[in-house]
């Protein structure tokens, strides 16, 4: 009896050590507090802040933050029930002072798998890429154009900035168009508006500034297939929990879907045309 007393109890210890264990981590993750609830108790949510308009913009007389991720970084604080507090730094920096603890979050943050070994992301506020910006009475871009092979064509002039991500993505991408390549932002728009070349390549955002300068004539269209195309996000400290990155996601898909980031994208791109005038 007492044998087969022995080995049922034996055979009862794995079961019991398995409720003994799910009973434990039951009570630690009823008790643990995740990041943004530490966020909460300090009552400051930190942002690492580099800038680049119109992303990220301080006024250097007041040291004011604008800019539209500065805008969700305020929201998120909102939605933590904090304040938000940037924290200056530049863009060599922004990853390791995100490892270091220095800040909670980095600001616009373009998604790399050299980034993603170093941190977390959350879904991506924006996307960016190359467009192609030009005169929309230009005669020589098809209407309806919508990739590069509807306007890689003889005679067609595209003006990039020489050496840059832009210039080697369309160079990959163009067979019989020519290339008009410039040494800075400034020569570039100044071809397309002196009709020295028909297209504008460059970044989707610095595109929109353009555009939004010259709204009488200018458009701009994302090619498909894209030429470029990265997420711009939150930069994430690499610790954080499934569970704590999908609190910063949630935020962001409600802020994308309503419409939000759009009108703070528009606001950032207003002042600094604004700034330029």
Partial sequence: MF???????????????????????????QTADGYWQGVQKAGVLR????????????????????????DLCRGFADALKVNPEFVDTTWDNIVAGLQAGKWDVSLALNRTPARAM????????????????????????????ASVADIDKEGVTLAVMSGTAQDKAISAAVKTATILRLPGNDETRLAVVSKRADILV??????????QSNPDWAVAMNPTPALAKQGVAFGL????????VEVVNIFLEEKVATGEVDAFIRKAVDQVLKGAN
């Fill in 118 to 145: 170093a941190v977390q992301f959350s879904i991506p506020a924006m996307e960016y890429q190359i467009s192609l910006a030009y005169n929309k009475d230009n005669p020589k871009i098809p209407a309806g154009a």
């Fill in 237 to 244: 400290p690499h610790q954080l929990s499934a569970a704590d």
């Fill in 202 to 211: 460059d970044a989707s955002d610095t595109n929109q500034l353009f555009t």
């Fill in 47 to 70: 942002c690492g802040a580099a800038v680049a308009p119109p992303y990220v913009m301080r006024d250097p007389a007041t040291g004011e933050y604008s800019g539209f991720f500065a």
């Fill in 3 to 29: 044998s087969k007393m022995f080995s049922s109890a034996l055979r009862a210890l794995p079961a019991l050590a398995l409720m003994t264990g799910l009973s434990t981590t039951a009570a630690i993750a």
